[in-house]
């Protein structure tokens, strides 16, 4: 049962503009999410991650949003560079003691292009 | 200050045999998972290992066993392997069991024949 879905396999954008990228869970004990990149032949690299105590968090180019009641979270990046075409992936966890203390759940992944 | 470290890079077995890879863990973190991605897929959690014990464990059979040294490096063994054991291994190492960022190595791709 895949608790973390990104329903988008693909997404293309031209240089300069936004990317949106989407992802939805299931599970309510969720209470922290991170969002991965990763690129060929090299390890998934922390993003950004957002607890589920505020609706939006900043670094730079790269923004997430966070809608708990529609269980839904998005990766904004703007303005998008070719060197962002990468998979991203995003995961959630919970900081509360049980089953779910300490394993990250990822989604399938979405892979950006990102063309001039 | 060296990431975390996996090895080998790439490892080529056949079905029944046994397989053991390796992970050094980030500088200053102590905990380590495992986890497998298949080809298309997200990477699924195998287990987590602090102060040298299991401390998670994933939906993976007994055959996937695991190990943690002293100095807080890991072993991951899969024993009578299937076909379906290939996939990229990655291991991930964060500052503590329940520090929600986890830091992952380059991963080892094993196929099975």
């Known amino acids: 049962d895949q608790q973390v879905k990104q329903n988008s396999p693909s997404l293309s954008v031209q240089e300069g503009r936004i990317s949106i990228l989407n992802c939805d869970y299931t599970n309510s004990m969720f209470d922290y999410f991170l969002w991965y990149k990763k690129y060929p032949a090299e390890g998934p690299t922390f993003l950004i991650s957002?607890?589920?105590?505020?609706d939006k968090n900043e670094d730079g180019r790269f923004t997430v949003f966070l809608n708990k009641s529609a269980k839904h979270l998005s990766l904004h990046i703007v303005p998008s560079q070719p060197g962002d075409s990468a998979v991203y992936f995003c995961a959630a966890t919970s900081q509360r003691l049980g089953s779910t203390l300490g394993r990250l759940y990822f989604g399938r992944g979405t892979q950006l292009t990102v063309w001039p | 200050d060296a990431g975390v470290t996996q090895s080998p890079t790439h490892l080529i077995k056949t079905r029944g045999q046994q397989v053991t890879l390796r992970c050094s863990p980030k500088s200053g973190h102590d905990t380590v998972s495992w986890y497998q991605q298949a080809l298309g897929q997200g990477p699924q959690f195998i287990f987590q290992y602090y102060e040298e014990e299991e401390r998670q464990r994933g939906n993976f059979p007994d055959r996937f066993s695991g190990h943690q040294f002293p100095n807080y490096s890991s072993e991951l063994n899969v024993n009578a392997l299937l076909l379906g054991d290939s996939a990229l291994y990655l291991c991930a190492s964060s500052p503590g069991t329940g520090k929600n960022i986890q830091y992952f190595g380059a991963g080892t791709r094993l196929s099975v024949l």
């Open positions: 957002i607890s589920s105590i505020k």
